[in-house]
């Protein structure tokens, strides 16, 4: 995956000081890359058993459909307060810089679904937590956490022990 990696950038000091910004945009503006990518992530979970793919906002949502199509599942959105239209479930939890919470429609999930969660970037595994605590509220049986790039050094990982968790691209510092 050291191709793919070339087309990410890194931005220095953003969103503050002292923080490494990897910017996926460059990475999706190449269409080869892109389309290297979602391969590389459909190939992942090629032949398990998946009902949906939840997509978390928003740049997760740009594996998280075209994952979906490829694995033959739904796509389920989980996305920032107030943006969904029908009955949501929601939980808070805390950033590397701040507290957030996202919310996700109360049917979007059955019991015993198979889900896997997709998004672009695992850091400090706040985010990514906070979407297995909604969908096994819903009663979700998670099949794995999709990345497409991972910062190792922040050990989101970690809190993730019992679960599937993949990435193409990582970092080490």
Avoid at 91 to 111: C, N
Avoid at 115 to 134: F, H, N, P, R, S
Avoid at 143 to 162: A, D, I, P, T, Y
Wanted: net charge negative; hydrophobic share 40%.
């Amino acid at each position: 995956m050291d191709h793919l990696k070339k087309l990410i950038r890194e931005v220095p000091n953003f969103p503050k000081e002292g923080i490494n910004f990897y910017d996926i945009t460059t990475l999706l503006k190449d269409a080869g890359g892109l389309k290297q990518t979602i391969n590389a992530l459909a190939d992942e979970y090629k032949g398990v058993k998946v009902d949906t793919v939840i997509g978390v906002e928003s740049r997760g949502f740009i594996f998280a459909a075209p994952l979906a199509y490829h694995l033959g599942a739904g796509f389920v959105p989980v996305r920032k307060p107030k943006k969904l239209p029908a009955e949501c479930v929601s939980v808070s939890y805390d950033l590397e810089y701040g507290q957030d919470t996202l919310e996700m429609h109360k049917d979007a999930v059955g019991m015993g679904h198979k889900v896997l969660i997709m998004d672009d970037l695992l850091a400090t595994g706040g985010t990514a937590k906070a979407v297995v605590d909604l969908v096994e509220g819903l009663g979700g049986e998670i099949v794995g956490l999709l990345f497409v790039v991972e910062l190792n050094f922040l050990k989101g990982r970690e809190k993730f022990n019992g679960y599937d968790v993949r990435s193409l691209i990582s970092y080490d510092s």
